[in-house]
């Protein structure tokens, strides 16, 4: 991936946050990411399909749940990248994790929320 591509995939609020989310947490499903950011399934489901395109998260189906996570091939420099993004919205993904955290644990969560 060339530096422009990253940046320009990152460059939305909204799948910088997706990104930098899943980063923290290992792995998400559609619905936990909804819930966290309050927006609409087709919103976050077009912006995940955009990072998974652009090469940054990888993606797995468990029944009807889909879960996304960062992809293992990223270079180096890439996650030094998102690291450094992380460090600078340390607070806000602080906030949208104790949400996450108010959902309960899987599968709990799953059942109350997706």
């Not at 990223?74 to 998102?82: G, H, I, Y």
Request: with cysteine; net charge positive; aromatic share 4%.
């Amino acid at each position: 991936m060339n530096p422009a591509r990253l940046f320009k995939c990152l460059g939305d609020d909204t799948r910088l946050t997706l990104t930098l989310l899943i980063r923290r947490e290992g792995e998400l499903c559609v619905c936990e990411m909804t819930h966290c950011l309050q927006e609409s399934q087709p919103k976050v489901s077009r912006h995940l399909a955009q990072l998974r395109t652009c090469g940054l998260l990888n993606d797995r189906r468990e029944g009807q749940w889909v879960y996304y996570r960062i992809a293992e091939t990223l270079s180096d420099w890439v996650d030094e990248a998102l690291m450094a993004a992380e460090k600078g919205q340390g607070e806000r993904l602080a906030g949208l994790q104790a949400r996450l955290a108010g959902m309960g644990n899987r599968p709990e969560r799953r059942l109350a929320m997706c």
